[in-house]
């Protein structure tokens, strides 16, 4: 089938969904984006706005978009995007399994590591890819989605199959790639994914918050700490863009002169990106953190080995959740302390 003639469909258009759905539209693509009532409403009023880093900056109107708060609206899409969060995925996909005929393709564009798993277990007559987001998107209300960090869309390689969803992609303008070790791309998102909960501590812009040596050197904890139970469980993390996950530790905890110098040739970010789980927070929404930083402490005891930095992580977002209210706004030398980690200066 031709890449013009494919019919896509985004499951969870939230931040990700949309992003990568308007996209497809604007390219000509037959798509539809399953999401929640607040877009839906935000959409009806303003219709969608997409822009990033790099100076896009485009307006489909309510006629262009084909947006459904029903999953029954993917029925005969071709190709469809799951991009729920993690904790949705088997309740989502069960919803999905009746209403896509076999032989269908399906990507998981996630956070975490097992949500292939999980599609294929479920949707057994499809075509489940995994697949990698590198790149920060954040929904600024109404119907607004800016992505602020760069990066290149990774899907498993299965010959024909994965090559026709990167092809509809790159029709779209972007950037992607197939590679064949999906695992160990996932399991290197991770790591660097293990600063989203940093950052949503912290409650600043993702730029402001790496440009401090204090709250890189609790990230590059984090990440050493993870690498070590990767190691020790035989995992490999494999990077797909500028910075490798096994050097990145080091990388962050070079003087700021030096650091800014490497990371710029790395990653571009800009002012208004910040975690996603930031702004779940913000919005009174559960986070993925079992999924992210979580992972690596239940690893950790599956394995014998202790994670105390991952784990106290993981804790603080959940007495945060509990509280409500959003980000703690936690400073670098406190937050230092709370780790007992040596002050940065």
């Not at 913000?282 to 105390?308: H, M, R, S, W, Y």
Request: aromatic share 6%; glycine share 8%; proline share 3%.
């Amino acid at each position: 089938m031709m890449t013009s003639n494919l019919k896509f469909g985004i499951l969870g258009a939230g931040s990700i969904g949309t992003y990568i759905g308007a996209h497809l539209i604007r390219a000509g693509l037959d798509t539809v984006l399953v999401g929640r009532k607040k877009l839906a409403h935000e959409i009806q009023e303003n219709g969608l706005r997409i822009t990033n880093y790099r100076g896009t900056d485009f307006h489909l109107a309510l006629q262009q978009v084909k947006y459904s708060t029903e999953i029954e609206s993917l029925a005969g899409r071709d190709i469809v995007l799951v991009t729920v969060k993690s904790a949705a995925t088997e309740e989502s996909v069960t919803r999905l399994k009746p209403v896509l005929p076999a032989g269908k393709t399906v990507v998981s564009f996630q956070n975490g590591v097992r949500n292939a798993e999980v599609l294929r277990s479920i949707l057994t007559e499809a075509h489940v890819l995994a697949g990698m987001v590198p790149y920060n998107v954040v929904w600024n209300s109404p119907a607004h989605f800016h992505c602020g960090t760069s990066g290149t869309l990774v899907i498993e390689e299965q010959g024909n199959i994965s090559h026709t969803v990167l092809s509809g992609l790159r029709q779209a303008g972007l950037m992607a790639k197939t590679h064949a070790d999906l695992s160990g791309i996932l399991w290197g998102k991770l790591i660097f994914n293990l600063n989203n909960a940093i950052n949503a501590l912290a409650g600043i812009p993702l730029r402001e918050e790496i440009s401090d040596l204090g709250y890189r050197k609790i990230i590059a904890a984090a990440m050493r700490e993870a690498l070590m139970v990767l190691k020790q469980s035989r995992i490999r993390p494999t990077g797909s863009g500028g910075m490798q996950p096994n050097v990145a530790p080091f990388i962050l905890s070079l003087p700021n002169f030096l650091f800014l110098r490497v990371a710029s040739r790395m990653i571009q970010i800009d002012p208004q990106a910040r975690s996603s789980m930031w702004q779940d927070l913000q919005q009174g929404k559960k986070t993925e953190i079992d999924f992210i930083n979580g992972e690596i402490v239940t690893l950790a005891q599956k394995n014998g080995l202790a994670a105390p930095i991952n784990d106290k992580v993981t804790t603080l977002i959940k007495e945060v959740e509990m509280k409500g209210g959003g980000s703690p706004n936690i400073s670098a030398t406190e937050m230092l302390k709370k780790f007992s980690i040596k002050s940065a200066h």
